[in-house]
């Protein structure tokens, strides 16, 4: 049960290298003087007085920002080249430590500057995006290209092993070379100039990207003009509806918002198939049906800028130079998982299908399964073999149940940690909620935060960020943060969750518990700065808590009456783990797919038509199944072409081995008990980026990942 939800590290909006990932910390001396040129006034420059140097929400204004962004870029250049011009001979303190420290005015500003963007955006915010992509980039380029830094990084590299430097530090040295010679630092003069042109273009391209899908998935809203045709809503889900509708002048009629991926909750309950067809095919079309916001032209121009950047850098294309900083490794072996795994999954997906159909047949129908038809007769089917539809369940699943007495009672039982909510530090919407998070021993671990619902100034998908990344270094200890996109109710009524729904923040936790359990020292390591295609490993292992029997029969209990979830209920919820997963693994295939295709073309092989390509693509793997189409298309492929998953979707599947395998660890071990959760935070979540992602899974496993358990929970052993 894996829902491909989205990460992000603070500020990779911004295509940032992680090298610079924003940290909150005291400020050195170096800095202090340098933000001696903002204005005290400025809540950027001075560090958060607030516990934990939690961000001071309240006293950002829009227009704190581009001045903040100056002087933290300028601050940090001048610290930078200290570091390059330091007359005394490289050292790992004063080049590769001092670099550790660098940077924290700026990283204060984008830190916040990124959560607003993603969170709680506004034309101002929009506008400096805009503007800023291409100068953070330009600012990212001269360290990354400055020749003399890399000189001394050069020669400290080739002396490593006589340093006398522990693991972690030794690591660092190594991963700042590989970083600096990733971002271009061994290319002659000229091609350092041709690759910031690229950079720049990319930037301001792929921000343009992400800003297009928000404001189109907005515009693509289905307006509704009566109440009949939304019979299968709930009553509240139509006041929600008729509420947004008078939010945009459009009194009495109704307005269905869309959700970012190509399917959308209420396909599994409108009984009128005419307005199914109508949200399917505006949910498909977003994108690419002309207009200000169509981003074909954008994904054509950021494929071929990709594929030209990576042919600069000596790569047959971009996956080939993304892919071997991961833990695949190549496109071969990314491409072997996906083209073993498509057909299996096909087959699955239309034995699927001709369930639905005899369904659809039942009750004459008369017409043959379409993909808006799938989740409605899908349920049908599921209430039919297990008697329980998505309407039953619901009313078990309230928000601030599962949160406390689900996500958080799990985390007790198995690391011991307990919360306290508080209410005194500022929120940038009033539907936040911040919690202190302690040990048992009773020393406060981190801060953590959760934005549950959807907005329309808040992009879509779930993800995780850090507000503070802990490191030993600078003395910071975490704040994370959650984001869910839970339809907000109309006031008075409880947040009911769908059982996605409530997966997605088991999921979001997992990073969160990742990013808190931090122990490392240096902040390039922190948290959830390990490879792509390993991050998404320990929230899918979280994700096995929302069923476990002792924690489900804790939160799953009726909102109005407090009785628990029926046991009979619970039973059929469990064996209905597995259904729809050949629906489910062909829809999120499809997209890793086009992912890599896009992203395997050299310059030359770029096409002209997306929509063709998207249609070539999926027929030549085998996966143009209509029925089941891609969970996210070309054109609102927000991983593939804004956030940090280009070439990268197949991440989920990727980590999926990992969290199966480790499920049956849980499992052989005795499940949800205080010595494997500590076993699992000391040898895993604790250990951020610090070693080998694959060693420190080896420590912890005692033995590499098996398939096999990824291949029985998808359903794709069965030949
Ligand atoms: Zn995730």
């Known amino acids: 049960m894996t829902r491909p939800t989205l990460l992000v590290i603070a500020a990779s909006l911004m295509l940032a290298p992680a090298a610079f990932a ?15 040129a903002l204005p005290a006034s400025n809540p950027f420059a001075q560090v958060s007085a607030l516990p934990f140097h939690y961000p001071p929400f309240d006293k950002v ?3 704190d920002y581009g001045p903040a962004f100056t002087a933290g870029m300028a601050a940090h250049l001048a610290e930078i080249n200290a570091i390059a011009n330091n007359p005394k001979a490289a050292t790992f303190d004063n080049t590769i430590v001092a670099m550790e420290r660098s940077g924290q005015l700026l990283g204060r500003v984008r830190t916040v500057f990124s959560v607003m963007s993603g969170s709680n955006t506004n034309d101002t915010i929009q506008g400096l995006e805009r503007e800023l992509a291409p100068k953070m980039a330009a600012h990212s380029d001269a360290i990354m290209l400055n020749d003399k830094l890399f000189q001394r990084i050069s020669t400290l590299y080739a002396k490593r092993d006589k340093l006398g430097l522990d693991a972690e530090s030794k690591r660092l040295l190594e991963r700042y070379h590989t970083d600096f010679v990733r971002a271009g630092a061994k290319l002659s003069a000229a091609d350092k100039d041709k690759l910031k042109s690229y950079n720049g273009q990319l930037a301001a391209l792929s921000t343009k990207f992400a800003q297009n899908v928000l404001k189109e998935l907005n515009a693509s809203a289905i307006v509704v003009d009566t109440r009949e045709e939304l019979d299968g809503l709930s009553p509240a889900a139509i006041d929600v509806a008729a509420g947004l509708a008078k939010q945009r002048g459009l009194d009495g009629k109704y307005v269905i918002a869309l959700v970012n991926t190509t399917g959308q909750a209420p396909l599994s309950l409108l009984t009128n198939r005419a307005l199914r067809e109508r949200i399917m095919a505006a949910s498909q079309a977003r994108g690419s049906h002309g207009g200000e916001f169509d981003n074909r032209q954008v994904v054509l121009d950021l494929a071929r800028l990709r594929a030209e950047r990576a042919t600069l850098m000596g790569y047959p294309n971009y996956a080939a130079y993304s892919l071997e900083d991961q833990t695949a490794k190549t496109t071969t072996a990314v491409n072997a998982l996906l083209g073993e795994l498509a057909k299996p999954a096909v087959d699955n997906a239309r034995r699927e299908a001709g369930d639905i159909q005899k369904v659809i047949d039942a009750q004459n129908g008369g017409f043959k399964v379409a993909a808006s038809d799938w989740s409605f007769y899908s349920d049908k089917v599921r209430a039919e073999r297990y008697s329980f539809d998505e309407s039953q369940l619901k009313p078990y699943f309230e928000m601030h149940s599962v949160l406390t007495k689900g996500v958080f009672v799990a ?4 690391y011991g940690l307990s919360f306290k909510q508080r209410t005194d530090l500022p929120v940038y919407n009033a539907d936040m909620l911040v919690y202190d998070v302690f040990n048992e021993d009773g020393t406060q671990l981190a801060i953590f935060t959760l934005d549950p619902y959807a907005r329309g100034n808040k992009r879509g998908g779930a993800w995780a960020n850090a507000y503070v990344s802990q490191s030993a270094l600078l003395g910071n200890k975490p704040v994370i943060a959650n984001n869910l996109n839970i339809p907000k109710p109309e006031a008075g009524q409880p947040t009911l969750m769908t059982f996605d729904e409530v997966t997605t923040m088991f999921h979001e936790f997992g990073h969160a518990l990742h990013g808190m359990f931090s122990n490392v020292k240096y902040p390039r390591f922190s948290g959830t700065s390990v490879p792509r295609d390993f991050v998404e490993y320990p929230s899918q292992v979280n994700e096995m808590w929302a069923l476990w029997p002792e924690v489900l029969q804790n939160y799953a209990r009726h909102y109005q009456t407090g009785a628990p979830i029926p046991a009979e209920l619970l039973a059929k919820v469990t064996a209905a783990d597995n259904f729809n997963q050949g629906y489910k693994t062909t829809e999120y295939l499809a997209s890793a797919l086009l992912d890599q295709r896009w992203h395997q073309l050299t310059p030359a092989q770029i096409p002209t038509d ?16 209509a029925p089941a189409p891609p969970r996210y298309r ?5 991983h593939a072409f804004a956030g940090g998953y280009s070439a990268g979707y197949y991440a989920y599947l990727w980590s999926e081995k990992l969290d199966a395998d480790t499920v049956e660890w849980f499992k052989e071990n005795g499940g949800l008990t205080r010595k494997n959760g500590d076993w699992f935070r000391a040898k895993l979540l604790s250990r951020g980026g610090s070693a080998d992602a694959l060693d420190i899974y080896r420590n912890f496993r005692g033995r590499d990942a098996q398939i096999e358990p990824l291949l029985k929970r998808r359903g794709l052993n069965v030949k």
Not at 22 to 36: E, F, L, Q
Not at 610 to 625: H, P, Q, S, W
Request: no cysteine.
């Open 610 to 625: 997306v929509l063709a390509f998207e249609k070539t693509a999926l027929t030549d793997a085998g996966i143009d199944y």
């Open 61 to 63: 204004q829009d227009a």
């Open 22 to 36: 924003a940290t909150n910390a005291p400020a050195t001396a170096s800095t202090a003087v340098a933000a001696a």
């Open 411 to 414: 985390a007790g039982k198995l």
């Open 634 to 638: 070309t054109t609102y492929f927000s």
